[in-house]
DNA sequence: AATTAGTTTAACCAACCGGTTAACAAAGAT
DNA sequence: ATCTTTGTTAACCGGTTGGTTAAACTAATT
């Protein structure tokens, strides 16, 4: 029997320090330019030892691809499922989004450089996987709500989370483009994303607010 | 001497079709994910003509690389460079971009990520080499001369921008999980994104009015 | 001490991939 | 007509890559 799952610490160490640098090199590199000997280096092992835990280079991306989705996505359901109103949700998810990526930048790079190169069959495999699928329900009914009370003008909640996604994680992903054309470095880069964790919120509320002439 | 410009049509014919070949190929797969063969195929030719025309591989993606990132930020310049106003010009910049991504899908997808696994060395060779380096400088003078005859609010140029292509060009680069887990098709996606042609200005345009309480 | 099950490695392999070679066809140039 | 240049191909090459194998090494179990 193989179950990796109970075995000694040592051994679970091993399992580790694999995944650990599958994780770092995927990431930085993608599916195609990512090497199992420079993987196999990266945790200090033999590369024979990555087929013995994770089968296949597949199998090993998948398992990285879903835990960098879960780790992206989690936050996501956390906050629109919460029991704040939909202001303080838009204030969250606009400061969690920045951090995520500016923390891990290369995560929102990583999953939609992947998903735009593979198939959908393996999107919608992935993200069944990974059981993290965005649930908008709750948040949709609460734009609605206040729409209906005359609190906010009504919107469209797609196009709202699509606003938000975009004005957080844009920068991030088009950062070496931004930061060249820009000629701003890395500490003005990140100093930069702080004030957009004020400006965000500030400008998506206020699109949400009844203007009054 | 080898001078393929000035050879007779088919030869013409044979370099066109390569390069369309590989464009197709590189901006789908990527440049680790295209095979050499893969892209002698799309175009009907042998493998050893790749090479004939184009030294090597690296030599072929700059190419393509570089027509994509020209198609892609020329018009960015032709519209920050034109005599129109403020909002005008944040009009057309929103139209432009969004109808350009629909258009071509893979080429915001491509650029980005190739740029994302490129050092920067290769960025900056890339960008002079374009000579499309976005120019900013017109742009920023009138926002801040609308600013100080109070016609706007005093706003920072690379926010404003990096708002704009943002909110245009990330829900085409995020588009297979949104087409997921919001369950719409091609053609519903084609048309939310028409819908943002009027959205985005608006939202950019009344960010940067003043409010009036 | 022998057995056993899990862990780790060196060596190996077939397929693949970018690139080369040499021969050949086509078309001007002389 | 033949010689030179350019376009095109099949076959090949060396290195790399994902993956395998069989044996060695551990560490508990008996």
Do not use: W
């Amino acid at each position: 029997m193989v179950k990796a799952e109970q075995s000694p610490e040592q051994s679970m160490a091993a399992e580790e320090r694999i995944l650990k640098a599958a994780t770092t090199i995927f990431r930085e590199k993608g599916r195609e330019g990512a090497r199992m000997q420079e993987i196999a280096d990266a945790a200090g092992i033999n590369k024979a030892l990555l087929h013995y835990y994770f089968r296949s280079k597949d199998l090993l991306f998948e398992r990285v691809f879903i835990e960098s989705a879960r780790l992206f996505f989690s936050r996501l359901n956390e906050i629109l499922q919460s029991e704040r109103d939909i202001f303080q949700k838009i204030t969250q998810l606009c400061d969690a989004y920045i951090s995520l990526s500016v923390e891990n930048p290369f995560i929102p790079v990583f999953i939609i450089g992947e998903m735009n190169h593979s198939q959908d069959i393996f999107i919608s495999k992935m993200f069944t996987a990974t059981q993290t699928r965005p649930d908008f329900s709750i948040f949709r009914e609460q734009l609605q709500a206040a729409a209906a009370e005359g609190m906010i003008r009504p919107v469209a909640p797609h196009h709202l989370i699509m606003n938000i996604l975009g004005l957080c994680i844009f920068p991030v992903i088009a950062k070496p483009m931004m930061q060249f054309n820009m000629g701003i470095g890395e500490k003005e880069f990140i100093a930069m994303m702080e004030e957009r964790k004020r400006l965000v919120p500030e400008l998506i509320i206020s699109s949400l607010k009844i203007e009054k002439k």
